[in-house]
T-cell receptor, first 113, second 114 residues
């Protein structure tokens, strides 16, 4: 079963608009990561936020983490056509000897020119 | 620095055959993880290796196996292929483990079983 679940499943926006997607997870985590995937290719790491952090920025990306609600959000500001991709959150499980990431189903973002 | 290299990129196999996929991690990375991605099941964790030892394994049948060599290169093998094994297989490497540092993914091997 997947640890993280993204919402919405799909998002279509106009170039220049902001895109927000959410991720909910089930168990306690050490950190949460966001990845991007362009049409069935490999995943590209976007940002990692640790469980003791609440917000993190990287360029046009803003990630928040609410461990009390077991949720995270990814905001892409001033979207571009090149942001069209699927976005996944990935979590670990706060257990020892559990060296894996669990991915959500992803949010497919389409940015219209 | 070269990225994660997966070979081959595409593969077509017949049911019942076996297949071996290869992954060369980023130089210096000792952790290699494998994932299966399908439209229906999404990204599913297969296993993770660190310094030639399998540290964790996902919920896949024993037909799926892997190994890691002393140079950190990894292979995964699927025996007695089934149609449902058709998927994109992704390999990721990280310096320590993918929990605590970012994982770098290869472009994947797209396996089609006919």
């Amino acid at each position: 079963s997947q640890q993280g679940e993204e919402d919405p499943q799909a998002l279509s926006i106009q170039e220049g608009e902001n895109a927000t997607m959410n991720c909910s997870y089930k168990t306690s985590i050490n950190n949460l990561q966001w990845y991007r995937q362009n049409s069935g290719r490999g995943l590209v790491h976007l940002i990692l936020i640790r469980s003791n952090e609440r917000e993190k920025h990287s360029g046009r990306l803003r990630v928040t983490l609410d461990t009390s609600k077991k949720s995270s959000s990814l905001l892409i500001t001033a979207s571009r056509a090149a942001d069209t991709a699927s976005y996944f959150c990935a979590t670990d499980a706060k257990r020892s000897n559990d060296y894996k990431l669990s991915f959500g189903a992803g949010t497919t973002v389409t940015v219209r020119a | 620095k070269a990225g994660v290299t997966q070979t081959p990129r595409y593969l077509i196999k017949t049911r019942g055959q076996q297949v071996t996929l290869s992954c060369s991690p980023i130089s210096g990375h000792r952790s290699v993880s494998w994932y299966q991605q399908t439209p229906g099941q999404g990204l599913q964790f297969l296993f993770e290796y660190f310094s030639e030892t399998q540290r964790n394994k996902g919920n896949f049948p024993g037909r799926f196996s892997g190994r890691q060599f002393s140079n950190s290169r990894s292979e995964m093998n699927v025996s007695t292929l089934e149609l449902g094994d058709s998927a994109l297989y992704l390999c990721a490497s990280s310096a320590l483990d993918s929990q605590n540092t970012e994982a770098f993914f290869g472009q994947g091997t797209r396996l089609t079983v006919v």
